[in-house]
Nanobody, 113 residues
Framework: QVQLVESGGGLVQAGGSLRLSCAASGSIFTFDRIAWYRQGPGKYRVFIASITNGGRPMYDSSVKGRFTISRDNAKNTVYLEMNSLSPEDTAVYYC???????WGQGTQVTVSK
């Protein structure tokens, strides 16, 4: 069983930036992809970005051009660089593995006006 730990969330003003980390307890090469999801207040959890073993990224249209996903295989960590944040980005952010569907506990991101 792999454990995922997200970190890097916090309170930021609109227009600001944050970098989230998803650290895995084992090798991330075990998985085809690592993905980021988010769940806003009163909303469903939705996909926002993923990265394959080969480093190919994929983004939802809501974050494309503002967010960048990357990975450090030596550290078994996937990152999500978030720029030009708006209050609509306020959510709990989770990372997820494909396959197996392991989830972390999430990290809260709050963007103020």
């Amino acid at each position: 069983q792999v454990q995922l730990v997200e970190s890097g969330g916090g309170l930021v003003q609109a227009g600001g930036s944050l970098r989230l980390s998803c650290a895995a307890s084992g090798s991330i090469f075990t998985f085809d992809r690592i993905a980021w999801y988010r769940q806003g207040p009163g909303k469903y959890r939705v996909f926002i970005a993923s990265i394959t073993n080969g480093g190919r990224p994929m983004y939802d249209s809501s974050v494309k051009g503002r967010f960048t996903i990357s990975r450090d295989n030596a550290k078994n960590t996937v990152y999500l660089e978030m720029n030009s944040l708006s209050p609509e980005d306020t959510a709990v952010y989770y990372c997820n593995t494909v396959p197996n569907g392991y989830w972390g506990q999430g990290t809260q991101v709050t963007v103020s006006k």
